[in-house]
């Protein structure tokens, strides 16, 4: 079959054409559409196939093979109609806002650095780059400023397709054999590389570029990128969110951290206060209890952590010859711990496992675990 004409070359931004059906050939649920000329660009250079509308046909994805552009359809259209295809451009627009972007940050970081763009992500929520060698945070800043220079200056985006000749003495990225015509993304100034994607005309057109993240990936660092339409969605995201947190804290939107960070310190100085209250309440409570019986039961569902353990040794202190604290309640079931000076404690917590579908176990001279039960049941049976 004759190579698809590819209008997408001829104009990046057009997203409106008329073609003639070539072939239409069903595929599982679907319907591979070949037509004699096309703006949907199939996917490639780390940008997703187009998706868009043929007539009232849906476009789901665009692929390329051997020269020939096949359009992925969800119903038929029959050989030798006439189309109207209409690409979504919005999804196609920010895919070279992202795409013209990231050229601009590789080449950057390429002048700079030296290091290599091993790895780019052109997803439908966000866009990845993976360099070889290590960046900064600093660095990554003054990047992000650079490559927003490179915007607000409204540079020309040239297409560049040099002969055999020519590509041999040029200076570019991504320099590897490639069979048949090589195009070359020029941005003067920040980058030359080989890329078969549809690229803006001018970087005014990409708007703002956002590096809003950065982490160590095999060795060199992986940068999390908005660029355009995404970066302002971001933007008014991220600000709803500081105005909301930043009314909530009665504070301004860009002094949240140092009031979050004041918190944190009373945060820490109350836990360190109420701790001292539970044990001072703690050893109150143990006072008033009655050491005399057999087995000196406490259920407390107030008790956390330590604290059943440190009543227990208080009121064995004080004189109790086996004591059994649980904390909980009798919905939920009890944690309970048990103790003596003087007495094996593991029978008494068998038993207690065995009546009340317990788990636990320990040494004679202490055991814990949890069981389920209710109050009055668990002490009759301490009796
Ligand atoms: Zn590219």
Partial sequence: MADTVKLFY???????????????????????????????????GGQYGDIGFLNDVKVIDTKEK???????????????EKVYGKLDWEVRFE???????????????HNRFGYDNVGFHL????????????????????????????????????????SGE????????????????????????????AC?????????????????????YKGGERIN?????????????KQDNAKAIGSMLCTKENEIAVTVEKMKEEQISMKGRIMELEQQLLSFKAQSIDVSADVVSVFDGGLSGNAPREMMNILLERGAKVCAVFAGNDEDGYRYVIGSKSEDVRPLCKLLNGEFNGRGGGKPEMVQGSLKGNKADIENELK
């Fill in 196 to 216: 078969c994607a549809p690229h803006l005309t001018k970087t005014g057109e990409i708007g703002l570029i956002k590096l809003v993240d950065m982490a160590n």
């Fill in 123 to 162: 997803g439908e929520d966000y866009c990845t780059m993976d360099f070889n060698g290590p960046i900064t945070k600093e660095q990554l800043r003054e990047i992000e400023i650079e490559a927003n220079e490179a915007v607000f200056k409204d540079l020309d985006i040239q297409t560049l397709t040099p």
């Fill in 225 to 237: 990128m908005l660029s355009g339409r995404r970066a302002l969605k971001d933007y008014a995201a």
């Fill in 66 to 80: 051997a020269g020939v552009v096949y359009h992925r359809t969800t119903a038929p259209l029959a050989e030798g």
């Fill in 10 to 44: 001829e104009d990046t931004h057009l997203h409106e054409f008329e073609a003639t059906v070539l072939s239409c050939q069903p595929d599982g649920d679907t319907y591979k559409v070949v037509l004699d000329r096309t703006a949907f660009f199939p996917e490639g």
């Fill in 95 to 109: 895919r070279m806002q992202q795409h013209s972007a990231e050229h601009i940050i590789s080449g950057i970081v």
């Fill in 166 to 193: 020519e590509l041999k003495d040029m200076e570019y990225r991504s320099k590897i054999e490639i069979e048949g015509q090589v195009r070359i993304i020029n941005i003067p100034g920040y980058d030359t590389c």
